[in-house]
């Protein structure tokens, strides 16, 4: 790659890009609130253009992961079928101006009779890979959906999808247990924490665990300040619990740092390494699939 | 017993009463929203007597099983420990008037380091074994807190609650996947949710299986109309799934006929059989504790 690059990651809520150099390196950045969800109907080109105009010269490659290229982004890039790579990725990029602004498509797998798919999600694991040196590895990106992912020969194999985050929002807010809850998290409380992923990891499903934030409350064997954190180890612990046996693995962990130590945390009571991997990951994912552009 | 009886349940939402005559039957039936909830702090005997007056009687006996014995409730009965019978549920009521007027303790016990409980489907169980002429059987009571109760020679010795309702009010209103599903629920789609119950049995977790929702609907391979119906399915086979081995055994199911059916048809799919057991089991399970009671 001889040619400048802007990478750019537009989520559903937010917008954020960076100036690259030939090699990878980040000149700049730039972040906005301009999600999809912000963006009026036919105004992609238009925020587009004020946000990264100046940096899009016509010697420049843009690079767009993240949902963007969903039904309700800029254009639609059909997800690639996994086992899939960043060469894989870079042949399907759907271009809105050929040869220079292209919108990265997501992935797609198979698993037990239905689809799985993730969108900027593969980006980050193809970066991550360029950053780590490995071509095989196990990923977990935590979130709202959360994606486990499973890279051999620098290909993804196979993901799947657990509603973590979402999951804990609702337990958390809207359901019996928010009335047990303190209206804030306050810091985490890390034996609580541990305790839940402990149960978790023992139990066999959350329908059940749950529960135990309402009956430990009520029997006062818990600390109301301990249950926010306590029910976030049921949560994750169920999430590592339905990944199968990790004992010995190693889990590299690609998040904020709040949630990444919460997952190396997690990881541990399960008998797995978690490897935090920088925030770049993305930055690096744009590169690397620019790289495998033909000139 | 030879004295009228006036069965009272009286939930969070509901108040509901019937008079029996000493051998049982059923003379007469009420039903208000006066829940607990909706009562006022002190307001307990008032409503009490306003539903209720004209029955009790100076030689009538007014039992009261549900969430008016919980610390919101009109007086606190503590939980009796399980293992426990009609006959220890007798033995623990808590008197508002001694002799005449009492309420029914829940039941607690003890798993895996954590308390569960119950609160009035102690007494539609025990109402039920006297209906079903059984002291050997494995229960499900299903609705916002499901609960799984295995009852030996008379008594319930352990129980498990599984916040299936609950959780599918979250997911079907309030999660991502609400934005795929019709806003009604419409009628029952038996395959769809044979389709979710099956999924959710060979699953690891809802928090997995639940994204299915989303993505199905995504590449077009369930219609909407039938993604509340599997939905449902992708819970309640949750449920049964953390039930453990459920093949040969037979269930008895204590619920309204809609539900009951679908967890007759959830059962069925994982080997099991369901047995519906009829709307009276609370007056019964009433009228069974006033008969353990010294005369």
Known sequence: MTRPIVAIDWGTSSLRGARLDPQGA?????????????????????????QFGDWAGADTLCLISGMAGSRQGWREAPYCQCPAGASDIAAALA?????????????????????????????????????????DALFVLPGTHSKWAHVQAGRVERFSTAMTGETYALLRHHSIL????????????????????????????????????????????????????????LVIGEELRAQGALAGQRVHVIGNDALTQRYQRALARAGAEGVAVGAQATWRGLWNIARSLPE
Do not use: K
């Open 26 to 50: 980040v000149l700049d950045e730039r972040a906005s609130l301009q999600g999809i969800l912000n963006v009026p109907p036919g105004g992609f080109d238009a925020v587009f253009q004020a």
């Open 95 to 135: 271009w809105i101006t050929p040869g220079r602004i292209a919108i990265v498509p997501g992935l797609s797998c198979e698993r037990d009779g239905a689809p799985d798919v993730m969108r900027g999600e593969e980006t980050q694991i193809f970066g991550a890979l360029d950053m780590l040196g490995l071509t």
């Open 178 to 233: 928010a009335r047990t809850l303190p209206s804030e998290d306050g810091p985490l409380h890390g034996a609580a924490f541990d305790a839940g992923v402990e149960r978790a990891l023992r139990s066999a499903s959350l329908l059940q665990s749950a529960f135990t934030v309402r009956t430990l409350a009520l029997f006062e064997r818990s600390a109301p300040d301990e249950l926010a954190s306590y029910l976030s180890g």
